[in-house]
């Protein structure tokens, strides 16, 4: 009887996966979204997010809210794969906060708890691991905006895991946009847009110059052989 009970949760995350996969957002709702989301109705966040508990904004930050001219999350110019990976990110960016809805260092619990589903749903190793850490470190740029982190650190979670594929510039794009979804979602924080904006132009930055010394070293390294 257990078997069969998990069955048709399987079933949905698959279905989930492909939804996500096609950008098909209007369709997530509760009967196709894993039981874990669904236990984040009804928290209470804080006073920014305006009555928004947890699900609500998630899904706000994915489909929009045309009444309050908000657009879906943007995909646009991305592979297909970097994509999902967005979408996948952005719908477990907040699961930490069955634990604990004001927690400011949620992400990270968003990410572990992410993970037993990210496996329900077919995510391969380097899969799993890149939509993690899209998780875990959703706040960066937010958290660089704030000076809680240095640069150093800040570059550091913008490395892609082995295999990817991905550049540090990629990643720090897909962060972008996620942030920027996610703060604009928040009436509260939409105000404080412009901060996200000032990261990215700051990180991009520091990633063009140290691309242009790691070229520059490997240039000596090579004329010196």
């Known amino acids: 009887i257990a078997g069969g009970a998990q069955e048709p949760e399987k079933g949905k995350l698959v279905i989930l996966r492909n939804l996500l996969r096609e950008g098909r957002l209007n369709e997530l709702n509760k009967d196709i979204l894993p039981k874990e989301l669904l236990a984040l109705k009804g928290k209470e966040q804080t006073p920014d997010h305006a009555g928004l508990d947890p699900l609500e904004h998630t899904l706000r930050i994915l489909k929009g809210d045309p009444d309050e001219g908000l657009e879906p999350l943007n995909t646009e110019g991305l592979s297909l794969e970097c ?9 477990f960016h907040d699961l930490g906060k069955i ?11 968003s990410a572990r708890l992410a993970s037993p589903i ?37 570059l550091s979670e913008l490395t892609p895991p082995e295999g990817s594929g991905l ?21 509260g924080l939409r105000p404080f847009l412009y901060t996200i904006d000032q990261s990215h132009s700051v990180l991009k930055e520091a990633l063009r110059e140290a691309e242009s010394k790691e070229v520059s070293s490997l240039g000596q390294a090579v004329r010196k052989y």
């Open 83 to 91: 994509a999902e990976y967005l979408r996948t990110a952005a719908l």
């Open 99 to 109: 634990e604990n809805p004001l927690d400011p260092e949620h992400s990270y619990s």
């Open 118 to 154: 990210l496996e329900e749903m077919d995510f391969n190793r380097m899969e799993l691991g890149l939509t993690k850490q899209l998780i875990a470190s959703s706040h960066v740029l937010g958290q660089f905006a704030q000076s809680w982190i240095t640069l150093q650190d800040a």
């Open 167 to 187: 550049t540090r510039e990629q990643m720090l794009e897909l962060h972008y946009r996620l942030s920027r979804a996610d703060m604009r979602s928040i009436p």
